[in-house]
């Protein structure tokens, strides 16, 4: 059982478009929210977090919007640059998992110029 | 700013050779984990330590074993390797069990053959 799902493996949008990968989960007790960019070759690299206790968390041209009652989280990337162009992943923790994050399968942002 | 180095990038391995991972940190944190990354799939959590001397199971253990005698490494080790090891790991690290998102190496290639 897949607790946390992207369920969009891909995704191309206009440079200077938005961008908007969702994610979803199942598990009740995760009250943390991370998103992960990688590029190839390289390992993933944290872009934004969110607090359950929050409903959005903005970062630049990085926001990402909570919604728990549907067990639903967003990223969006205003405007969007070829440079964007990587693998994101979704991820999610509880505070009692010794901070164990449990990761989406990804969604290929492709930002066209 | 080292961050977090694994050795090696690359290694192909005869099915039932042995061998470890190693990953080193110079930030300071008490929290390391392994990840496999498989084509197509997100990060699924193979070992964790929370501190000095101390390691966990994660998602999927089966085959591998770790160490952490020094707050700065994290070792991954294949007993006896299997072609289903064929993977790219990740180690990752964090200062804290939850916030700010973990830092991760730039990964090893395994190939089990």
């Known amino acids: 059982d897949q607790q946390v799902k992207q369920n969009s493996p891909s995704l191309s949008v206009q440079e200077g478009r938005i961008s908007i990968l969702n994610c979803d989960y199942t598990?009740?007790?995760?009250?943390?929210f991370l998103w992960y960019k990688k590029y190839p070759a390289e390992g993933p690299t944290f872009l934004i977090s969110?607090?359950?206790?929050?409903d959005k968390n903005e970062d630049g041209r990085f926001t990402v919007f909570l919604n728990k009652s549907a067990k639903h989280l967003s990223l969006h990337i205003v405007p969007s640059q070829p440079g964007d162009s990587a693998v994101y992943f979704c991820?999610?923790?509880?505070?009692?998992?010794?901070?164990?994050?449990?990761f989406g399968d990804g969604t290929t942002l492709t930002v066209k110029p | 700013n080292a961050g977090v180095t694994q050795t090696p990038k690359f290694r192909v391995l005869k099915t039932g050779q042995s061998m470890t991972l190693l990953c080193a940190q110079d930030?300071?944190?008490?929290?390391m984990y392994w990840y496999r990354q498989d084509p197509g799939m997100g990060l699924r959590l193979i070992h964790y330590?929370?501190?000095?001397?101390?390691?966990a199971k994660g998602e999927v253990p089966d085959g591998y074993n770790v160490s952490r005698l020094k707050k700065q490494n994290f070792l991954l080790g294949l007993e006896s390797a299997a072609p289903s090891q064929t993977s790219v790991y990740f180690c990752?690290?964090?200062?804290?069990?939850?916030?700010?998102?973990?830092?991760f190496g730039s990964g090893t290639r395994l190939t089990v053959v």
């Open positions: 990752a690290s964090s200062l804290d069990s939850f916030v700010g998102g973990y830092t």
């Open positions: 330590s929370v501190g000095e001397g101390t390691t």
């Open positions: 991820a999610a923790s509880g505070n009692t998992n010794a901070g164990k994050s449990t």
């Open positions: 930030m300071n944190h008490e929290y």
């Open positions: 598990n009740s007790m995760f009250d943390y």
């Open positions: 969110i607090s359950s206790i929050k």
